[in-house]
Structure formats: C-alpha cells, structure tokens
C-alpha cells in the first residue's frame, strides 16, 4: 500500500467543521491527501479547530470547482454510498473495498469520494465510480457523520497496514498497469463506433446498451494489455465491416 | 452477539459535544447504553447538537460519579489505551476485542471504557479491566478524537452482526442473475470462433489471448443480460465476416 497515491475527496461539504474533523481522521491513520470540490463554506476557522494536530492537512488540501479536476488523473475510483440506491453497481463494505484500494494504491492514484452530508453522492457522481463503498450501520439510523465515515474507511485501511491485517497478496502483482480513466473513455469511443459500424447499435435508438456496457467493464478494471486486445478486437472487426460493405458497391 | 449488554463509559469527559458525537457513533452501530462518569460539562446543548438524531442514546444516557457505578455489574470490562503503556496487560486491537467483547455479551454485562480528551485512562482505571484495546494509528499523530475511537470500536462490533463476505446487497440487489459456469463457457467458446472468424485469434498460434480474456471475464462476473449483449455483438460481427468472406468468393 502507498498512502500518497489514495486522496480522499469531499463533495460539496456544507460544514467546515467536517472537514476539519476529516483532516484530523486521515492523519491519524497516515493519510495526507485531501481534496474538497466547491465546498459550501471553507477555509473557515471550524475547519482549523476541528483538525487539531492535522493542519498540515488542511494547508495541502486541493480546493476544486467540478469533482473532475479532483479525480482526472485516478485509475481507482471509490464512491461511498448508502445501502439502497436505484442503479445497482458493485458494491462492497468498507473493510474489502480497504484490501481493493491498498492494492491498487501500489502503483495508481486512487479516490474515495465522500458525498454531502444531506444526500451524498449524486447518481451522475456515482456513475464515475469503479466501485460503491458501504458502511454498515443499524436499520434504526443509518445516517453516519461525513468525518466518522472517513474514519472508519481510513481506519480500515490503516489496518492493512498492522501485520495481523494483511491482506492475502494473491493479487497483489498484477502483470499490467491498470487503464486510466481517459485511455477508458477513448475505448469507449470506439466500441461504441464499432457497435455502430457492424448494426448492434442504433444510434437512433441507443436504449441502455452503452451504460450497460460501460457498467460491464468499470466493475472489471481493465488493465493496459486487455485494453490493447479489446481495441484490436474492435479493429479487426471494423475492417471487416468495411469488406462487407465494399464488395456491395 | 447482545448489544444490549454493551455499554459504551465515558470516564471525565471535556467536551459536550464529544458526548453528543459518541452518542451518534453508537446509535448508528446499533449501541444504545451510554454510561458519563463525571462530564465536565454536561447535560450541554453542543452534545444535543452533535448526537443529532441519536437525542434517544443521550436522554436515556446514565451519568454517575465514580467509575466503579458504571461499571460495578460488568463481567467483562475493556479500558482502550495508548500503544505504550508502563504497564503490561493483555493488548488486543479493536477488531480481535470486538470479537471478545461480543461473544462475552451473549450472557455477560460488558463496558469498553474511554478516557480522558488529553490524557486518556489513569493507571488505577487501566487496572481494573479484563483487557486493553488499542487502536492502531500512524505514528506521525496518534491521538484519536474521543467519539473517533468509539466510532471505531462500535463499527467493530458492528461489523460482527453483518453477513460475512460480500454484503448480501452487492449480489441481491443486481437487476440481473449472474452467469452460470455453463453459460461462460459457451460464451468462451463463441468468443474463441469469433476471434478465429476474424483473424485476429490464429489457431495455430494462440498465444495467451483466450486465457487473458477468460481472466478478463472471470474477474467481473457477467449477469445473464450482459451475457447476452456480448454474444449478440460476436454474432453480428461473424456475420459481417461471412458477408466480407463471400464478396471474394
């Protein structure tokens, strides 16, 4: 695990309080990186007291307009979210999420989003994310304080950090650098031109198909090589496409 | 697991809204006994304000003089605890205490004691417990705010009540059934004609490709639907090869 490639991100946060109390979370367990998209009220003096002994990460945090200036560069992207949601997505609790990201975080940035503290994440903001964290919590109130939510996550994953926490390392070496998020949209491109090309997809008539695809292969993480293969299998095929085509002229 | 026979003690306790931030933690763990030996300052609005919908744990919230009021009926009694203490005492981290804590509570009255903001537990506290609970931390800051740690120690617990494994959401609450082991298969099998029709798989020097695509599949587990959409997409490209194969006919 390398604590500098996790950033924690808070969206829209409405109490400067909180995010002191987020700073002071993430140091306690060895996490310095945090990013705040338009937060409603900040830099603000509740935020400095809140963060106690943590103001060194007040003072780095990264104030950003839109959630993507905040996660651009990440290859891992975690959104935390409550039980029921109307798209289903994978889904984890905090403690395998924890085991997800540390791997990940070896050698790629990785992001947990953090939503406001009235109603979280918006589904758009969700729809960006690899994966949806959950905490469990009791069916009587289920609704966690913004900071203690980053607590717990940044607890699980300084556990991973304690011997008796490590985590099997089955996965652990990976034989290829996961996509980034722009090489993802450039294969969603043309996947998209390709299922145009070959009469699978209408563009007049999209329905879900591309969601559903975009779902498939988010939940998966591609890596850079199965990146290549899936955009050669897509070359391949338009060439095809157009062997088709020609020999009706 | 009882819940019941779990109470939270607040030993002198600073702040009211720590008091109120502790109250919250446990409410949404599913905690409900709080125990305050001597609060400085207490009943408090700042500790109504900061339990917000947890006001049930506050009022019915038991405020005593002296530690042994609140704890005198316990059976199992756990004091958390700084790393390094001078004196040895059976150690536990908080995830290996919960599992103590909640097998005890089947038939016993159990308290997990939390100190002081500045200076935790004395030695005389520290003495009268079964165990010490240590909550790891990074070394560069390792005081954790009071209601953090019992945020902490409550998700422990709680986490022992929750379904082991995968959170039965992430697989109940998918709007499709995942693919049996047969159904891959097949869909392995087209995919393989499918690259081979291309020319992209050439048999006779398969290299890794299909073990790298069965990889890629195996690792996000495909729902019946997506199934589908990818073999729909394998058949329309196969026939754009048969129409491309037969203009050279």
Not at 2 to 27: C, D, F, Q, S, W
Not at 67 to 92: H, K, Y
Not at 186 to 205: G, K, S, W
Request: glycine share 4%.
């Amino acid at each position: 695990m390398n604590p500098e490639n996790i950033r924690i991100v808070l969206v829209n946060t409405t109490h400067p309080g909180n995010i002191g109390g987020v700073a002071r979370a993430m140091k306690n367990m060895g996490l310095q990186r945090l990013y705040l998209v338009a937060p409603r009220d900040y830099p603000n003096e509740q935020a400095v007291w809140r963060a106690a002994s943590a103001n060194d990460v007040l003072d780095s945090a990264v104030v950003v307009p839109t959630l993507n200036d905040a996660i651009g560069d990440c290859q891992f992207v975690v959104g935390t979210s409550a039980r029921e949601r109307r798209i289903p997505w994978p889904l984890m609790d905090a403690r395998q999420c924890a085991e997800r990201m540390a791997l990940a975080s070896g050698r790629e940035q990785v992001a947990v989003l953090f939503g406001r503290e009235d109603r979280g994440l918006t589904n758009d903001e969700l729809k960006v994310c690899n994966l949806h964290l959950n905490i469990p919590t009791s069916e009587d109130y289920s609704s966690l304080n913004l900071a203690m939510a980053v607590q717990i996550v940044a607890y699980e994953l300084r556990m991973l950090t304690s011997p008796a926490g490590q985590p099997s390392s089955a996965v652990d070496e990976w034989d290829a650098p996961f996509a980034s998020r722009e090489n993802m949209e450039r294969f969603y491109t043309h996947l998209e031109e390709a299922l145009v090309d070959i009469e699978f997809l209408d563009p007049a008539a999209p329905r879900q198909l591309m969601s559903r695809l975009r779902r498939l292969y988010s939940r998966v993480r591609l890596d850079e090589m199965e990146l290549n293969i899936l955009r050669g299998i897509l070359t391949e095929t338009q060439k095809w496409v157009r062997r088709g085509r020609d020999s009706e002229r």
